[in-house]
């Protein structure tokens, strides 16, 4: 018997997902983490380009076959893009709708029939702005309000079962996600990925007759 607690995380790398790790690994789950390079040491990684149908897949088909039993998965991949509408470049359309919106669709969509047997949850991190619009933001903006949209469809899929479908939309903290968008943002009342990830474990820690279908994390500026 697989008595095993485990977390799937996409995008385990990341600033956001490293802090996630940290805290699952301290709760003594098996920590399994999807990401182009290797997250910290005790996460099982398996190699995943987001962009790539067919890496994601391999991923998949890795799961379903190794540890097909899992608690919850946390859609955490993303990348930003900063630019005005008039300049905004093809290639980095795909590249952005593919890591922020069609990864978290596919894998969620291929691990569906576990998902209902193991009752897991769904977490995908959203952002503020998928509730408002912002200079510059069209593109990253209209990604997270189509995975907002689309995580409404999937509470609907999953309505009459266990599983808890969340949509974690935080405002800016400070991370590595602007700086390879090469865009310059002043971070110092930025929020911190450490407390981000508390507070999602603590929703996730809730009895699982509580649902928190939606939360928006704004930050507070004020001195
Ligand atoms: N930072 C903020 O202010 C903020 C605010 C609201 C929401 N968010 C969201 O929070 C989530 C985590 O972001 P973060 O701030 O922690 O940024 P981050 O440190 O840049 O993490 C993003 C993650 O996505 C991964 N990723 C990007 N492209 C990939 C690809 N093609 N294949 C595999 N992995 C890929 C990155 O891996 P690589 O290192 O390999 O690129 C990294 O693991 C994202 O969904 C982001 O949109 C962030």
């Not at 290797?38 to 391999?58: Q, R």
């Not at 290639?91 to 029939?113: D, I, Y």
């Amino acid at each position: 018997m697989d008595n095993v607690k485990r977390v799937i995380i996409v995008g385990a790398n990341g600033t956001l997902g490293t802090e996630l790790c940290k805290l699952f690994i301290d709760k003594r789950y098996e920590v399994i983490g999807l990401s182009r390079s290797y997250p910290i040491s005790d996460v099982t990684w398996i190699h995943t380009d987001l962009t790539l149908e067919g890496s994601i897949e391999d991923s998949l088909a890795y799961i379903k076959r190794e540890c097909p039993k899992f608690e919850h998965i946390i859609n955490c991949g993303g990348v930003f893009s900063l630019k005005p509408i008039s300049k905004l470049d093809y290639k980095e359309m795909e590249n952005l709708f593919r890591v922020n919106l069609m990864a978290p669709m596919k894998v969620v969509s291929g691990l569906m029939k576990l998902i209902k047997k193991n009752e897991a949850d769904i977490v995908n991190i959203g952002s503020s702005i998928s509730y408002k619009a912002v200079d510059g933001h069209s593109l990253y903006g209209a990604s997270k309000w189509g995975l907002r949209g689309y995580t409404k469809h999937l509470q609907l899929e999953l309505e009459k079962t266990k599983s808890r479908v969340i949509y974690f939309s935080p405002a800016g903290f400070k991370s590595g996600l602007f700086k390879k968008a090469k865009a310059k943002m002043d971070m110092r009342t930025y929020m911190d990925a450490k407390d981000l990830a508390g507070l999602l474990l603590s929703i996730l820690e809730l009895p699982k007759s509580m649902e928190v279908s939606d939360i928006l994390i704004n930050r507070n500026c004020k001195k």
